[in-house]
């Protein structure tokens, strides 16, 4: 048989789902939210006897505790949220690139102490015939990397830092251009450079985003290779 008090709670809509139906678990029943306690607040003083009304500091004080509750509760739940994403793996991982290099897909490039500088084409689709183009800053041409027929995916290239005529080519920065053909046919070429992480960034949704020298900020999902 209902209490006073269950009737009150259904009367006022605790404990209830917004249908009718009983709420699903004890915890759930048992949970008694700020809404709520401002709902029994608010029957009680229009329920209160005026002959002996209820103590006001009284109210004020349970008002107090109880807001003072919730507000440590969404601190607690706030400080998780900032626990889960500094301990989870995908920050951990991201802070370890750091003053790592990585190969992602990117134009500009930067040659080794030898001069020289290693890289890679990625490829829509197998190809016939895949050249790269290395150009200086001032957009000339220096040289011409043959690869021949490549199958699609990744692949690699090594260039020595030499122009088309034997001459060093210099300190760079470097441009990468890549043109992919199958039996005339054009093939999406794009360009992987490698090159050092600055930075890392965390946002509030989304990959990590890493800073790179030369290609600017990408996510961590761009990443193709950890040197």
Known sequence: ????????????????????????????????????????????????????????????SQLAQFSSVAGISEINTTLKSIQDKLSGGTTSDALGYVGRTVLAPGTTAYPRTDGGLTGAVELAGDATDVKVAITGSNGALLKTLSLGAQAKGSVTFDWDGSTNNGDPAGAGPFKISAIANNNGASIAATPLVWAPVSSVSIPASGPPILTVPGIGQIATTQVRQIG
């Open 1 to 60: 048989m209902a209490t006073s008090f269950d009737s009150t709670l259904s009367s006022l809509g605790i404990g209830r789902t917004n249908s009718g139906a009983q709420v699903k678990t004890a915890t759930q029943a048992d949970a008694l939210t700020q809404n709520d306690f401002l709902k029994l607040l608010t029957a009680q003083l229009k329920n209160q006897d005026p002959t002996a009304p209820v103590d006001a500091t009284q109210q004020l």
